[in-house]
């Protein structure tokens, strides 16, 4: 076998354990925060993080237990067929693991004979766990785990498997941290929707002084009136739009075909032409969100061999800052959905 390409692979799961153990890391050390404030409590989110986890990394078959029997005693996941299963928990401390046990009862015991806990955190350097429980149980130190007991254990994975769950972590990580935040004084999250959103914009607009000196130049005179109201129209409908969605707009006013940018009645885009100057992710959304404003609307060739094209709209009020009444925007269902 070539020696780079067994340094490439080397490489590559060098990369992937080091993702997999740094996003797992982080979530740990955000754990591990909450149990300094003994805020222990688990999110159904973080349970199932920890299941997908364990997994992919241990070959099971685990499911929630707590979705089949709301706060199964003692145990979070289990695999009937493989006996294994686990108390996730981010209280680290010896009484936690005895009252787990404790609420074990004798048929989990023969259904689960392996039987770990999970410190979604960081567990204690040391367990000293003698008498009951323990010794009914056969529960030995080693069987608290953390996160660092399960890295030690992605080393054997296969290439593919270490892709997988780098992937699912790394998709995950996010989320999970996420439900791991705690409050401030005031009961405020770090994250919240506000955070999530678009606010909304506030137009700043002007009366249109210049665009009616620009067109007066040219022999075309518009009343100023109309002109502010149409702005303000304009501004308003923008306004209610995603900030993308509204970038797209002044695109398309900016890089509208030539044949008509002098016109002040027929601004349009070729749709070839504007698919391939926009390199955005969403271009149908956003001629979508456009088009329901009656910002814009999608036409069909003029010609046999012309391109569709979109025509541009501005508000109209007594002016010809706009297409003619009778052209207003119209859906079309060809070409350009």
């Known amino acids: 076998m070539p020696t780079d390409f067994v340094e490439s692979r080397l490489l590559t799961r060098g990369h992937l354990i080091g993702q997999i153990v740094d996003d797992l890391a982080g979530i740990a050390s955000q754990a591990k925060q909450r149990a300094r ?34 706060n199964n005693p003692g145990l979070d996941l289990g695999d009937v ?50 008498g009951e429980p323990y010794e009914g149980s056969k529960f030995t130190p080693d069987m608290v785990w953390d996160f660092n007991d399960v890295c030690s254990r992605i080393m054997s994975l296969s290439i593919d498997s270490l892709a997988d769950l780098a992937d699912y972590i790394s998709r995950e990580t996010r989320r999970v941290r996420i439900e791991l935040e705690f409050p401030d004084e005031e009961g405020r999250f770090p994250t919240n929707i506000d955070h999530l959103i ?55 006013v900016e890089r509208r075909d030539d044949q008509t940018a002098g016109t002040t009645d027929d601004f349009r885009i070729a749709d070839p032409k504007l698919r391939r100057l926009y390199r955005g992710d969403d271009l149908n959304g956003d001629l979508a969100l456009l088009e329901e404003a009656g910002l814009i609307d999608g036409n069909e060739p003029d010609e046999p061999r012309g391109a569709p094209y979109w025509r541009i709209y501005f508000p109209r009020q007594k002016s010809r800052f706009s297409p003619s009444p009778d052209r207003l925007p119209q859906r079309y269902e060809s070409g350009f959905a």
């Open 81 to 130: 067929k493989s006996g294994w299963a686990f108390q996730v928990t981010a209280d680290k401390s010896s009484a936690k693991v005895n009252a787990t046990l404790e609420k074990i009862d004798g048929d989990q015991r023969k259904a689960y004979p392996n039987i770990r806990i999970l410190v979604i955190g960081e567990k204690q350097g040391s367990y000293t766990l003698t």
């Open 198 to 252: 678009e606010a909304v914009p506030k137009p700043q607009l002007s009366r249109g002084a210049k665009m009616v000196a620009h067109l007066s130049a040219k022999g075309e005179f518009l009343d100023s009136n109309d002109t502010e109201e149409a702005i303000k129209t304009l501004s308003a409908k923008l306004a209610s739009l995603p900030r993308l969605t509204r970038e797209v707009f002044k695109f398309l």
């Open 37 to 70: 404030l003994h805020l222990f409590d688990i999110h159904t989110h973080v349970e199932d993080f920890a299941r997908e986890v364990l997994n992919r990394t241990l070959g099971l078959s685990l499911t929630n237990l707590n979705a089949e029997r709301s």
